[in-house]
Structures are given as structure tokens and as C-alpha cells.
């Protein structure tokens, strides 16, 4: 629905910002969807297989964006994980597009870290009930700073994560199972994505729990890095 220009908001409205790498402008986020079990060996690893007849997709808010290097330690868990991720953002309105029309829609890339509460999944997948509390809480998805590629489909790169120095995920972008282009094509046949929306596209295998205090480093070639520490 569009406001009519007199029309004002009771109170301001809240737009989150992410920081562009060389630039003083924010790229305004809008939406959040994160891609589950798009790398086989993760999947493997929480029991399940990557579905090739579909990408499977789930939401955050845009309040579990954040830039913070300190991030307080989420409540209601005992079992926090870490899933590095390529996350991608568009510039530009988009709807049920080809695989070939995605990149005239992308602005650029950055690293983003999905920090999920297993335990309450756990909870959740055994109810068959939403994910929403274990994926969407406040600092849930830490992003560095964007890198500008417009129009750019990015297929390769290696992509890692280090706990505290060690080395707990190891991988190639080559190795998702649905690329950016079929990711975004798929997405967008059953929602219009608009300039501002971000699309984390899985994690390989390696995840593991967080403590208070560790310090978490997520890199992608040609992209960026990402640093934060979790404390409580």
C-alpha cells in the first residue's frame, strides 16, 4: 500500500543500515532469507540431504542484522551455533525472474554469520513448528561491510570460519547445491524481492557450539572478512 504523500507515521519509522566498503552511504535493508541445507555436507551432518527438487527457505528479521565487533550473548540457549554464509543483496525490484536476469538485479555481497540456537530448533523441527525463534532473535546475523559487485554472479571462492584461531569451517562456494542465480530465481517466483532484500545462501559443514568470550572470523574470497566477539 502506498502512503499518500501528506499522510505521517506516529512515530519514526526504523530502517537498518549495513556499511558499504568504501563508501560513507548504508545499503537500507529490507527483507531476510537465509537458504537451508544448499551444502550437501552440512546437510549430512544435521541428519538430513539437500533437496534438489527445491530450495528450502526460512526468514530473519531486520533486527538480527548487526555490525557490532562485541555482540551480547543471546539468552534461551545452551547450544549456540555459528553457520558462515555468502549473503547477497539486491538493487532492484525483482519477480518471477529467469536464472538469467538475477545478476542485473545484484548489488554486491558480503560475509554474513547465521547464529542459531540448536537446541531450540531441535525443539521446533521435532514439533514440526516454525524455526522463527532459534533463527530470528536480536545480533542473529552478524554481515561485514558490503562489497559493491553490481551485476555479478559469484560462483566460486573459498569461504571459512575460525573460533577463537581454529579453523571449524572450511569450504568453496562452488559447492552449493543452488546457486545465487536459481536461489534468487526460485525465491522470487513466489515473493516480489525489492532493492534493500538479502539472501544468506547456506553454510558448509563444521558447525559448532559458542561460549561466551569466543571470538569468531568469517572470510570470503574477493569479498570480505568479518569479526565479532560474543560476550555475556
Given at each position: 500500500?502506498?502512503?499518500?504523500?501528506?499522510?505521517h507515521?506516529?512515530?519514526?519509522?526504523?530502517?537498518?543500515?549495513?556499511?558499504?566498503?568504501?563508501?560513507?552511504?548504508?545499503f537500507?535493508?529490507g527483507?531476510?532469507?537465509?537458504?537451508?541445507?544448499?551444502?550437501?555436507d552440512?546437510?549430512?551432518?544435521?541428519?538430513?540431504?539437500?533437496?534438489?527438487?527445491?530450495?528450502?527457505?526460512?526468514?530473519?528479521?531486520?533486527?538480527?542484522?548487526?555490525?557490532?565487533s562485541?555482540?551480547?550473548?543471546p539468552?534461551?540457549t545452551?547450544?549456540?551455533?555459528?553457520?558462515?554464509?555468502?549473503?547477497?543483496?539486491?538493487?532492484?525490484?525483482c519477480?518471477?525472474?529467469?536464472?538469467?536476469?538475477?545478476?542485473?538485479?545484484?548489488?554486491?555481497?558480503?560475509?554474513?554469520?547465521?547464529?542459531?540456537?540448536?537446541?531450540l530448533?531441535?525443539?521446533?523441527?521435532?514439533?514440526?513448528?516454525?524455526?522463527d525463534?532459534?533463527?530470528?532473535?536480536?545480533?542473529?546475523?552478524?554481515?561485514?561491510?558490503?562489497?559493491?559487485?553490481?551485476?555479478?554472479?559469484?560462483?566460486?571462492?573459498?569461504?571459512?570460519?575460525k573460533?577463537?584461531?581454529?579453523?571449524?569451517?572450511?569450504?568453496?562456494?562452488?559447492n552449493?547445491?543452488?546457486?545465487?542465480?536459481?536461489?534468487?530465481?526460485?525465491?522470487?517466483?513466489?515473493?516480489?524481492?525489492?532493492?534493500?532484500?538479502?539472501?544468506?545462501?547456506?553454510?558448509?559443514?563444521?558447525?559448532?557450539?559458542?561460549?561466551?568470550?569466543?571470538?569468531?572470523?568469517?572470510?570470503?574470497?574477493?569479498?570480505?572478512?568479518?569479526?565479532?566477539?560474543?560476550?555475556?
Amino acid at each position: 500500500m502506498t502512503e499518500p504523500a501528506s499522510s505521517h507515521f506516529v512515530f519514526k519509522p526504523i530502517i537498518k543500515g549495513i556499511s558499504i566498503q568504501g563508501s560513507e552511504e548504508l545499503f537500507p535493508v529490507g527483507k531476510i532469507y537465509c537458504v537451508g541445507r544448499n551444502y550437501a555436507d552440512h546437510a549430512k551432518e544435521m541428519g538430513g540431504e539437500v533437496d534438489k527438487d527445491q530450495p528450502f527457505f526460512f526468514s530473519k528479521p531486520p533486527q538480527a542484522i548487526t555490525q557490532l565487533s562485541k555482540i551480547p550473548f543471546p539468552t534461551q540457549t545452551d547450544e549456540l551455533h555459528h553457520e558462515v554464509e555468502l549473503v547477497v543483496l539486491l538493487k532492484s525490484k525483482c519477480s518471477n525472474i529467469p536464472p538469467s536476469q538475477v545478476s542485473q538485479h545484484i548489488f554486491g555481497y558480503a560475509v554474513g554469520v547465521d547464529l542459531t540456537k540448536r537446541d531450540l530448533q531441535a525443539i521446533a523441527k521435532k514439533a514440526g513448528k516454525p524455526w522463527d525463534l532459534s533463527k530470528g532473535f536480536d545480533n542473529s546475523a552478524p554481515i561485514s561491510k558490503a562489497q559493491k559487485k553490481e551485476g555479478i554472479l559469484l560462483d566460486k571462492g573459498k569461504i571459512s570460519l575460525k573460533v577463537n584461531g581454529q579453523i571449524k569451517q572450511s569450504s568453496n562456494l562452488s559447492n552449493m547445491a543452488w546457486k545465487v542465480d536459481e536461489l534468487i530465481s526460485w525465491l522470487s517466483r513466489f515473493i516480489t524481492l525489492k532493492p534493500g532484500d538479502l539472501i544468506f545462501t547456506g553454510t558448509p559443514a563444521g558447525v559448532s557450539k559458542l561460549n561466551p568470550g569466543d571470538q569468531v572470523e568469517a572470510e570470503i574470497e574477493d569479498i570480505g572478512s568479518l569479526s565479532f566477539q560474543l560476550i555475556g
